[in-house]
């Protein structure tokens, strides 16, 4: 069945730090998301975005943050400027279209760890 | 402020017996609804899905949705101890998906 896919499963950044997590969504899905999970609480929704823009995008996805889909296949969540507290889970999902009913089948996440 | 609430649990039920998770949300405008199960440090795995009121079994597994309270539940018949694990519900409108706190259930042997 395919999978979505994260890159790196961990990452270790220097607070202040630029960090890039990727995700290559399911080859024929349009629709792409990002939430967060910090440890111990609930996911949390980031972004999603569809046709090369970002669709919807919750309170927590301010100027810090930005999503690209550089090529065919990928899909980045860049974060400037790291905080501690942006230490968490970061999972990617997609669906294959537009549509908020389309179930949504999580990557195995980055663990991000700011120090 | 839109939000969904868990029972956090502990949830404890003995191998064979039915769990009952329960979910509550306050958005009115949400479209559709999903069960999610979590094991520790794994990511969220989709159980089940439902968007119209009423039941919509699947397996072991059982959604049921009343939009008049606002409520969704999920039952677990014949819970096995691989059962065990945090179980969030999510509720979409318009691709905002929001998550609950998730409850943990343990099935015991």
């Known amino acids: 069945e395919p999978e979505v896919t994260q890159t790196p499963s961990h990452q270790v950044t220097q607070m202040g730090q630029e960090v890039i997590l990727r995700c290559v969504p399911i080859?024929?899905?349009?629709?792409f998301y990002w939430y967060r999970q910090i440890l111990g609480q609930k996911v949390e929704f980031l972004v999603s975005?569809?046709?090369?823009?970002?669709?919807?995008k919750s309170e927590i996805f301010d100027d810090q943050f930005s999503v690209e889909r550089p090529d065919g296949s990928n899909f980045t969540l860049k974060i400037r400027s790291t905080k501690l507290e942006d230490s968490a889970m970061y999972f990617c999902?997609?669906?294959?279209?537009?549509?908020?009913?389309?179930?949504?089948?999580f990557g195995d996440g980055t663990r991000l760890s700011i120090l | 402020q839109k939000e969904v609430e868990q029972n956090s649990g502990p949830l404890s039920v003995p191998e064979g017996a039915i769990a009952s998770l329960n979910c509550t949300y306050s958005?009115?405008?949400?479209?559709?609804f999903f069960w999610y199960r979590q094991y520790s440090g794994k990511s969220p795995e989709l159980i089940m899905f439902?968007?119209?009121?009423g039941d919509k079994e699947d397996g072991r597994f059982t959604a049921q949705l009343n939009k008049a309270s606002q409520y969704v539940s999920l039952l677990i018949r014949d819970s096995q101890p691989s059962d065990s694990a945090t179980y969030l519900c999510?509720?979409?409108?318009?691709?905002?998906?929001?998550f609950g706190a998730g409850t943990r259930l343990t099935v015991k042997p």
């Open positions: 999510a509720v979409n409108n318009n691709n905002d998906m929001r």
């Open positions: 958005d009115r405008g949400s479209q559709s």
């Open positions: 975005f569809y046709n090369n823009e970002i669709s919807e």
């Open positions: 439902i968007y119209s009121n």
């Open positions: 080859s024929n899905h349009l629709y």
């Open positions: 999902a997609s669906t294959p279209g537009r549509g908020g009913g389309q179930p949504q089948h």
